[in-house]
């Protein structure tokens, strides 16, 4: 039975932005039936489970991630018929519909703030976090991450309510048992209709303490999830994963415990922070430090070996495109994404795939702001003008880390709107569709595509993927990411270039008699030289 709740470690996840994924009707919003259409496509790639970002019922403040009711389809994706025929035909396919849930917060449009909102002797008040005050007294100075503080005034009770996202996103209240218990009622029912795993939006933010300036990491944090995963989860054989961006290598294992107290895995972003100048915000970028790169990943690596599990990703839907960001998007484009594809699929741990990614989908470049839908990017713009900066720097920021790369719609064929919808997309298209796109893709054997196919077969194939142990190899080398596994006496080598110039690599010569899994290029290269972003993965001792 231990082992068949491990599924997951051979497993690799897909993820789906619904509103960008397939639109089956023609309003210009991908929906659930656009997904169902799709599920054949997914199949041939070989993945395992469908992580869902949120279609329940929501006013879209912040694309859903501000739900009104999280046992209801919103309209524009569906409704629940919808979603059981989506779970029963991904069944059909071998693949598990992971559903995500927002329970940091929910919408100020959802029934219990609405009750909230009546009187502080309502039952549902305390469901949220509320302080005494007076208007324009703010309780603290605290902020909130879309901008502005995080109080937010209510005239009729005299109190302010606490939001760390939107002021649509007030923040729920996880130190009431009622709410707790309302929360785990509603898991079962969604395991009931079949929902094969969860991914948790924000989740180290529950255990929030405003009065001491807390949000993440709260001391009550550990104690809220493993009573979660006791009253539903661990109920059910299911994939779990945990966004922390507050997480560390000792959080994560208490978060990825193999006694499944918690979750199966976290989502940790210390990697994804590191062309961020330090002590500044998201949009005030400095190129990579390869060499941190690579310490951070092996750290990950070995410090969870045999004592939790790490989620492997570079793309989600509010990261850039990852070709873009650490590869090249230009000459290069299939090397680099096939390159970032192999370190990443040759780690331990389970991959996450971000749709477009298996095509090397690229970030995007709008002229105007107006063309961008996301309220970080438009609150970030509006803030920096104010502070002085310049449009071309505030436009430089939104093309290298605005969320909207990531929420451009699929790019499925060269028509109109790339096959994403017959109507007017709710987001343009990247025009760069008629080159890049899943039709070109499936017609050639050398694409991204069939790539990410081989190493989705590799991991099923061979248990040094998701057994072996990690030794990086080159440390301090500006230029290759190398990294040993070894499982049951044998070896597998993974060795990339990441740069866009021919470099010499001693490894190869090392490993010449070892079997050549999977390389990015198909022609044979100079003898013991990597040319411009070429990766590959050597098996010795099989």
């Known amino acids: 039975m231990e082992e068949q709740k491990k599924w997951w470690r051979n497993a690799v996840v897909y993820q789906i932005y619904p509103r960008s994924f397939q639109d089956s009707n023609g309003d210009g919003i991908g929906d659930i039936q656009g997904i169902i259409d799709r599920l054949d496509y997914l199949k041939k790639l070989g993945i395992d489970a469908i992580w869902l970002s949120p279609v329940c019922r929501s006013p879209q403040d912040d694309n859903g991630y501000d739900i009104s009711d999280y046992q209801d389809i919103d309209p524009m994706f569906g409704n629940m018929n919808d979603m059981e025929r989506l779970i029963a035909e991904a069944k059909k396919c071998n693949i598990r519909i992971m559903i995500d849930l927002v329970l940091n917060h929910s919408s100020d449009e959802h029934r219990w703030f609405q009750e909230a909102k009546k009187g502080k002797d309502n039952p549902y008040h305390d469901y949220y976090v509320w302080r005494d005050g007076e208007e324009g007294v703010l309780p ?276 109109v709107n790339a096959g994403f919808t017959t109507g007017i997309p709710w987001m343009e298209v990247n025009p760069n569709y008629t080159e890049i796109n899943a039709e070109k893709a499936l017609e050639n054997e050398n694409s991204v595509f069939y790539y990410y196919q081989k190493l989705i077969q590799l991991r099923k194939e061979y248990d040094i993927f998701a057994e072996g142990d990690f030794r990086l190899l080159l440390e301090e080398d500006e230029n290759i990411f190398a990294y040993v596994r070894e499982y049951q006496g044998k070896q597998m080598l993974v060795v990339a270039n990441f740069t866009e110039n021919t470099v010499p690599c001693t490894l190869l010569k090392e490993w010449q008699d070892g079997e050549v899994l999977i390389c990015n290029y198909s022609e044979d290269g100079e003898e013991g030289m990597l040319r411009p972003y070429e990766s590959a993965i050597y098996l010795c001792g099989f």
């Open 140 to 415: 603290n100075d605290m902020g909130s991450v879309f901008g502005g503080p995080a109080w937010e005034w209510v005239p009729e009770l005299k109190q302010y309510y606490f939001h760390q996202f939107s002021v649509k996103q007030p923040d729920l209240n996880w130190e009431n048992p009622k709410l707790r218990k309302e929360i785990y009622d509603m898991i079962l029912w969604w395991m009931e209709k079949g929902a094969g795993g969860f991914r948790l939006d924000v989740i180290d933010q529950i255990a929030k303490e405003p009065d001491q300036k807390i949000t993440n990491n709260g001391p009550r944090l550990h104690e809220f999830i493993r009573e979660l995963s006791k009253e539903t989860f661990q109920k059910g054989d299911l994939i779990t994963v945990g966004e922390a961006w507050g997480a560390d290598t000792e959080r994560a294992k208490l978060y990825s415990n193999p006694d499944g107290s918690e979750f199966s895995m976290v989502f940790q972003f210390e990697h994804m922070m590191l062309d961020q100048e330090a002590g500044k915000e998201k949009w005030d970028f400095c190129p990579l430090p390869f060499v941190k790169l690579k310490q951070n990943l092996a750290k990950w690596q070995t410090a969870l070996f045999e004592c939790g599990w790490n989620s492997l990703f570079w793309n989600n839907h509010d990261l850039p495109r990852i070709v873009s960001r650490w590869g090249n998007d230009k000459e290069y484009r299939v090397e680099s994404a096939k390159m970032l594809a192999t370190v990443l699929h040759g780690m331990q741990g389970t991959p996450y795939i971000y749709q477009g990614e298996e095509l090397g989908m690229t970030n995007v470049r709008f002229e105007s702001i107006d063309q961008y839908q996301d309220i970080e990017i438009r609150n970030m713009y509006k803030e920096r003008l104010q502070k002085g900066y310049s449009e071309a720097e505030i436009m430089e920021s939104i093309y290298t880390k605005g969320r909207d790369n990531a929420r451009t719609p699929m790019q499925w064929d060269d028509s």
